[in-house]
C-alpha cells in the first residue's frame, strides 16, 4: 500500500538551529509532493510543492526541500528557525494515477525554544 | 489567494441529530474538494472526494449513508454528520483543490471541531 512515513515525529530546537525533518514515500510511479505546516490553533497552510523540474523547491517562510527521487524522499529544511517556526509539519504525496488525493505523513511536531 | 472556509468552526450536538458543515472556496472555484477528519495529535485521514455535480467518492470504511456529502456548487461543498453519535466527535476538515494536468495543489479550511454529546 501507498505510504508516507515521517521519521521525527517530535523535534525540538534552539531557535537559529537548522532544521531537516524527513519525508519518505512508497510509490514506485509519478508523485507530486507537498509539505504543509499547522500552527497551533490554525488550518493547514501549503509551505511548498513540487511537480517537476528542479528538485529543490524554496517554499515560503525559508523553507525549502529536495526531492530525490532515487531515495524516494523529499526532506524539508531550513537553515535557521525562528520561536515562530513552532507547528506541526506534514508531507504529503500525490500519486499522479491517484487523481489528487493525498497521501499524509504522521505528521512531526516542532518545538523552538527561544 | 486560494483561501477555504468552513463554517461552523465548532458545534456541539446531542447524541441522534444531524449535523451540516459547509466548505467554501472563497476566491477560486473548485471541481473537487476534499474531507478529512484529524484526529488529536494524529494526521490526517481521507473520508471522500466531492466532486462537483456528481456523487463522492467514499474511502474504504466511511459510511456513505452517514457522512452525506453535496457538492451543489463550484464552491461549496457540505458534509452532513447523520445520526451523530459521540464517537463522531472529531475535528472535521475540507480541502478544495486547484489547477490541473496533473498538478493539483488543495488548500485547506480552517476545520469543524464537532462534540456529540
Known amino acids: 500500500a501507498q505510504s508516507v512515513s515521517q521519521h521525527n515525529h517530535h523535534v525540538i530546537l534552539s531557535e537559529a538551529a537548522s532544521l531537516e525533518l524527513g519525508c519518505n514515500y512508497s510509490?514506485?510511479?509519478?508523485?507530486?509532493l507537498f509539505w504543509y505546516v499547522q500552527y497551533p490553533g490554525q488550518h493547514l497552510q501549503l509551505l511548498l510543492k513540487?511537480?517537476?523540474?528542479?528538485?529543490l523547491v524554496k517554499g515560503i517562510k525559508g523553507f525549502e526541500a529536495e526531492f530525490i527521487k532515487s531515495k524516494f524522499s523529499f526532506n524539508l529544511r531550513k537553515p535557521s528557525v525562528q520561536w515562530s517556526d513552532t507547528a506541526e509539519y506534514f508531507c504529503?504525496?500525490?500519486?499522479?494515477?491517484?487523481?489528487?488525493?493525498?497521501?499524509f505523513g504522521q505528521g512531526t511536531t516542532l518545538q523552538v525554544k527561544p | 489567494g486560494a483561501v477555504v472556509s468552513q463554517h461552523p468552526s465548532w458545534v456541539i450536538c446531542k447524541s441522534g441529530t444531524s449535523v451540516k458543515i459547509e466548505c467554501r472556496s472563497l476566491?477560486?472555484?473548485?471541481?473537487?474538494m476534499f474531507w478529512y477528519r484529524q484526529f488529536p495529535k494524529q494526521s490526517l485521514m481521507l473520508m471522500a472526494t466531492?466532486?462537483?455535480?456528481?456523487?463522492?467518492?467514499?474511502e474504504q470504511g466511511v459510511e456513505k449513508d452517514k457522512f452525506l456529502i453535496n457538492h451543489a456548487s463550484l464552491t461549496l461543498s457540505t458534509l452532513t454528520v447523520t445520526s451523530a453519535h459521540p464517537e463522531d466527535s472529531s475535528f472535521y476538515i475540507c480541502?478544495?483543490?486547484?489547477?490541473?494536468?496533473?498538478?493539483?495543489?488543495?488548500?485547506f479550511g480552517p476545520g469543524t471541531r464537532l462534540l456529540v454529546l
Open positions: 510509490y514506485g510511479g509519478t508523485v507530486n
Open positions: 476566491d477560486f472555484q473548485a471541481t473537487t
Open positions: 513540487y511537480f517537476s523540474g528542479d528538485p
Open positions: 480541502s478544495a483543490e486547484t489547477g490541473g494536468g496533473h498538478q493539483e495543489t488543495q488548500y
Open positions: 466531492s466532486n462537483e455535480g456528481s456523487k463522492a467518492t467514499y
Open positions: 504529503a504525496v500525490n500519486p499522479i494515477s491517484n487523481t489528487g488525493k493525498l497521501i
